[in-house]
């Protein structure tokens, strides 16, 4: 029976992610994986610059970027517009590049299985890295020692039983392990039956005319209460999708289609149908994220309409958070009960993400209609469409997850949250740009631990760490008394005076179980 420090259950995007992470790591990594070949649905297309460094720490960033399926010139950002998207209503939404001097990588845009499919080749060049596709997972079991996983072989009905240290879940929205772990979702059900459409368009482009230079288009029908008809670029080969309240027992036909799509944009055009399908909208959110050995992550974690690219984005930081902290446990260096810094800090993130960001913009969107229209009140309706094009700046501002109150964010207090500001300043539960005033210590490579940023060139870590600590010493005027740790995912644990620094470091590992 093969024996690995971790089983990930689930070979997307998420799983894949953190068996890179953790095999860059050392560590023995078995990945299941039901399907041979990636899914070619379109979504998770958005990946943002805190995602890009992330992809640059795993050796796929240059992968991605020569995948990507748009023209460069094409804006990354969309527009969303009222009634159709011809109106003339309409302002520019998530135009992340707004933020991008925070990050050391711009955004880039591709269909989440061109992602795997980079992600998949760089798995594949890692010795400590083993893929198994077509193996589908039935059940697992844990004690004290570890875990027991079985599985089986699609193809030939072949039984596979494997063990390991920890077992991740990275098996979608509807995964089995988190039943089998006995982690709980709390649901927030819209009772929406959403149509995802995939097609392709000869005119579409000209249509759009002075609008289509942008990748993605909100329309906001009064009819729909703030739900989204949502229309999206996958390439320059006139292949986009579309996703749209529809009604829960409405059949649908290719006729049906085109005729809503004409109704969405405000003119006809061709359209040729490439794949129909359905899912429901609905907010989830596991109650945990961990049960003793047991984990999970990504869409089996957390679940939420396709508003705004936070899914994917969301799913690869939980993968940076925990590899890291895998790493510390299965080599000793610390306790087991630092997995419960990740459950912390991740669950309140995304908690916030659906509450201040996806949630919001729903009953914001509801509002807005229920409220202006330009036949009752041209002038208010102008005056607010003009208001939600300044607030759609700040929203893309505001998204700055950060780890306030967490025992690795030392010396801070509140929770975890995804509403924040991006920071030059290196604050403690924030991540450090690069581009920050008091250093640019580099890339901080999941191959590395902790760095220490100090002005002292005499200053020695704590004694008896177990875990690597690398010091970089920098003469900024920010660092000349200070000592700044930094986390392996590039986040700020904690900035304290020269002078309390020994204190505040020993302090700071025996809090959180590093063996000292």
């Not at 059940?139 to 193809?155: L, M």
């Not at 950060?402 to 509140?414: A, C, E, M």
């Not at 539960?429 to 581009?435: A, V």
């Not at 631990?449 to 600590?469: H, I, Q, R």
Request: proline letters at 5%; aromatic letters at 10%; one cysteine or more.
């Amino acid at each position: 029976m093969s024996h690995y420090d971790v089983i990930i259950v689930g070979g997307g995007p998420v799983g894949m992610g953190l068996a890179i992470d953790l095999g860059q790591r050392g560590l023995h990594v078995a990945v299941l994986e039901k399907y041979a070949q990636p899914q070619p649905v379109p979504k998770g297309q958005n990946l943002t610059g805190r995602t890009m460094e992330i992809a640059v720490s795993w050796g796929v960033d240059k992968r991605l970027r020569a995948l990507r399926t748009t023209d460069r010139a094409k804006n990354t950002g969309g527009l969303v517009s009222w009634g159709t998207l011809l109106s003339g209503c309409n302002y520019e939404w998530l135009n992340r590049g707004l933020v991008s001097r925070y990050y050391d990588e711009p955004n880039e845009r591709l269909p989440q299985y061109k992602t795997e499919e980079a992600l998949r080749a760089r798995a594949a060049e890692l010795g400590t890295v083993i893929v198994e596709y077509g193996v589908e997972f039935t059940n697992v079991t844990q004690d004290e020692s570890g875990c027991r996983v079985s599985a089986s072989r699609k193809e030939v009905e072949t039984e596979l039983q494997l063990t390991a240290s920890y077992v991740v879940g990275c098996d979608g929205s509807r995964s089995r392990l988190r039943g089998q772990a006995g982690l709980v979702q709390t649901v927030d059900d819209h009772d929406k039956r959403m149509l995802l459409a995939v097609f392709r368009s000869t005119q579409l482009d000209e249509v759009l005319g002075e609008h289509r230079h942008y990748s993605i288009f909100n329309n906001l029908s009064p009819e729909l209460k703030g739900y989204w008809q949502f229309l999206g670029r996958v390439d320059d080969q006139r292949e986009w999708f579309f996703h749209a309240p529809v009604g829960l027992e409405q059949e649908f036909s290719a006729g049906d289609l085109a005729k809503l799509l004409a109704t969405v944009v405000g003119k006809p055009f061709d359209v040729e149908l490439v794949y129909l399908g359905f899912w429901d909208l609905r907010f989830a959110l596991a109650d945990c994220y961990r049960n003793k050995r047991l984990l999970i992550a990504g869409d089996a974690a957390h679940s939420h309409p396709p508003y705004g690219g936070y899914g994917i984005n969301s799913g690869f930081e939980d993968a940076r958070n925990l590899g890291w902290k895998l790493e510390a446990i299965v080599k000793g260096w610390a306790s087991d009960g630092l997995l419960d810094t990740y459950d912390f800090e991740r669950r309140h993130v995304f908690d916030s993400t659906i509450r201040d960001f996806i949630r919001r913009s729903i009953e914001s969107d509801a509002d807005f209609l229920n409220n202006f229209h330009p036949d009752r009140n041209a002038e208010a309706f102008a005056a607010e469409l003009a208001r939600r094009r300044e607030f759609s700046v700040r929203e893309v501002e505001q998204f700055a997850p950060h780890y306030t109150g967490s025992p690795l964010s030392y010396g801070t207090q509140g929770l975890p949250s995804a509403l924040g500001s991006h920071q030059f300043s290196a604050l403690p539960g924030f991540k450090l740009s690069r581009h920050a005033d008091c250093v640019d210590p580099g890339p901080i490579r999941p191959a590395e631990d902790f760095v220490l940023v100090t002005g002292s060139s005499t200053f020695e870590p704590p004694a008896g760490l177990a875990a690597p600590l690398r010091i970089v010493v920098s003469e900024t005027a920010e660092t000349a008394d200070r000592a700044i740790l930094l986390r392996p995912d590039g986040y700020v644990a904690l900035n304290e005076p020269i002078a309390n620094a020994d204190q505040s470091l020993e302090t700071y590992f025996r809090t959180n179980g590093y063996r000292l």
